[in-house]
């Protein structure tokens, strides 16, 4: 169990067969002995904070493999902390789309108990990894790989919605009130549903080829530009609310959320500004003081602190908790399913996007699990992982639920708790799919103040954006052709994300073909989606542009900079990690 007692590969590619009534004993084992139920783990370890002059533990704990015993309970608690680290991830884009279709509230609780029930299916399809009879194929990838709701088709969908309300598909009031629509949000889910077959080919398609198309200088500012342009809706969100109330300054939304609120206020207030800032400097405290369990779910309890505030002064309505029946599952509400044309090319985008991004994801999670990164066994994971993450984006959107992706950032948490055993991940998928069921629990996520979850999610979103940028920085060489690409691609990507209807007059058509009118409005659709119109210009040129001379000397001479930079100014001594140190420790003992 121990990375010190054991051999450097923890499993072997795939873990030996048992027979049934070895599997038997083992679940008796597991629930009626100490050893399986608790084990020697040092839990104290995963709550234990970071406080100034506090004694840092001497020894690292125990290494959990893929497929390595744990204790029962201790795979619980490990699961039950990525399932907080998943939520504020998985319920942020039914959020924002089931308002930028402005449906019932009952739907949008709905949309939310769906999300954690999709993400916590597909996680344990991931994780659990089934061979495709009579082919050399899997779907899954055998590691600790979650799924969730994915934020790249948020940017797409919001714009397809608004475009959907200007040409008549959604309903608007006589007086331009936009209407609740989920005819749109049925023609979103219809349509991921088609090009997720999209995503089914690719995943057949060997990961060199998808990274020769779609290298870090592709993927790195299309990601930062999905970030960039969330931040928006987030930040719109921190100060009131993102609706009507931004503009409107008489009538129903004249204060936000709406007069009839129980402490409605002037967007832009600084009550609203105080409740955003609540969730977000409980975050920052979480990472500097918090033990690795709080760090690790720390927007989740940022977002806990901004509701205990936002009740104790009075900005709950729970009306809509009381309404909400008690349990829920897929298909309690349904939307009319249809093919929305102008979506298809950028949703064609998005699935290759998430591709893209599960290969990176993927190969993380291989690295922190002590799991190859190289071979066979590594590829048949990766196409795995991304045919796992089609089928969750056709079956999931029947549904109801829009595209699904892995989730990198529970990467950390394997790092932290030194846990990459599968059980953790399937206890997590078991406790995402109870949350679901139970509506209340959907229904007091959409109780919360924009304020609050404005706080939340600008958090998120920029660390999307920040994303991108590691992205660049740790792949992409900064030589005159590479600065060249990204500033062409980004040109479009910047414009369109800060002037988001600068193409909508671009075509003059008011002709009765309603054919050619749908295919001018996906052109539109597309040019006013940043990261796609960025993602094209770069791939295009990355693969038309040669290398030149003048770029190698260029980042030999960057490294030759950093390399004296180095020298005169030499980083500071910083404590060793604790493995460092035991690993130290060996080392003289064995001189």
């Known amino acids: 169990m121990d990375e010190d007692q054991g051999p450097q590969t923890i499993v072997p590619g795939h873990a030996p067969t048992k027979t049934f009534g070895q599997r038997l004993k083992g679940i008796k084992n597991a629930f009626t002995t100490r050893d399986g139920l608790i084990g020697d783990y040092d839990y104290a370890f995963l709550f234990r904070p970071n406080l100034p002059f506090m004694k840092k533990p001497v020894q690292a704990s125990p290494f959990f493999g893929v497929n390595d015993k744990m204790p029962v309970f201790l795979a619980l608690l490990l699961g039950f902390q990525h399932a907080l680290a998943m939520l504020a991830g998985i319920i942020t884009p039914p959020l924002i789309l089931g308002s930028a279709a402005n449906l019932e509230q009952a739907e949008q609780q709905y949309l939310v108990s769906t999300a954690l029930i999709v993400s916590g299916i597909f996680s344990a399809v991931q994780i659990t990894r089934f061979r495709i009879w009579g082919t050399k194929y899997y779907i899954g990838t055998g590691l600790l790989s979650v799924v969730g709701i994915s934020f790249t088709t948020i940017p797409v969908a919001q714009g397809a919605l608004a475009q959907m309300y200007a040409n008549g598909f959604c309903p608007t009031s006589a007086d331009g009130t936009a209407l609740p629509c ?47 342009h969330l931040i928006e809706s987030g930040f719109q969100g921190w100060m009131g609310g993102s609706g009507p109330c931004l503009t409107a300054t008489e009538g129903l939304f004249a204060l936000c959320p709406d007069i009839n609120a129980p402490h409605p206020l002037p967007w832009g207030s600084a009550e609203f500004f105080g409740l955003g800032f609540s969730v977000f400097i409980t975050i920052i405290l ?283 100014n030499p980083p500071p001594i910083i404590e060793s990690s604790r493995d460092e140190s035991i690993e130290q420790q060996k080392q003289v003992k064995q001189g």
């Open 286 to 568: 979480c990472e500097r003081f918090g033990s690795p369990i709080m760090k690790s779910t720390s927007v989740v309890i940022g977002l806990l602190t901004g509701c205990i505030i936002a009740a104790a002064c009075g900005y709950f309505d729970r009306s809509g908790i009381d309404a909400a029946p008690v349990a829920s599952f897929a298909w309690v509400h349904t939307f009319p399913l249809t093919v929305y044309g102008p979506l298809v090319l950028p949703l064609m985008a998005v699935y290759l996007l998430v591709a893209t991004e599960a290969i990176g994801d993927i190969t993380a999670t291989c690295d922190v699990s002590r799991m190859e990164v190289s071979g066979e066994t590594y590829e048949s994971r990766i196409q795995g992982g991304i045919l796992s993450d089609a089928l969750t984006g056709c079956i999931g959107a029947l549904m109801t639920m829009t595209p699904a992706s892995v989730f990198a950032q529970n990467n950390g948490i394997i790092a932290l708790t030194r846990c990459a055993n599968r059980k953790a991940g399937l206890a997590a998928a078991m406790f995402l799919v109870i949350m679901g069921i139970f509506a209340k629990f959907a229904a007091s996520l959409i109780a919360i103040p924009s304020a609050v979850l404005g706080g939340m999610t600008t958090f998120l979103f920029t660390s999307v954006a920040v994303s991108g940028l590691a992205i660049i920085t740790k792949g992409v060489p900064f030589t005159r052709r590479n600065r060249f690409i990204l500033t062409a691609g980004l040109v479009f990507g910047y414009g369109a994300t800060l002037v988001s209807n600068y193409f909508s007059n671009i075509f003059t058509y008011k002709g009765n073909n309603h054919s050619l009118q749908g295919f001018y409005d996906a052109i539109v659709l597309v040019m006013e989606t940043g990261f796609a119109v960025t993602a094209f210009i770069c791939m295009i040129l990355n693969l038309v542009l040669p290398e030149e001379l003048d770029d190698d000397m260029e980042a030999d001479l960057s490294e030759m900079n950093r390399f004296f930079h180095e020298r005169q």
């Open 182 to 228: 989920p005819k749109g949000y049925g023609a979103l889910i219809g349509t991921s549903a088609v090009c997720a077959l999209f995503e089914i080919l690719i995943s057949f398609v060997p990961a060199r080829i998808l990274l020769r198309l779609l290298p870090p200088i592709v993927t790195g500012p299309t990601v930062m530009l999905i970030g960039v």
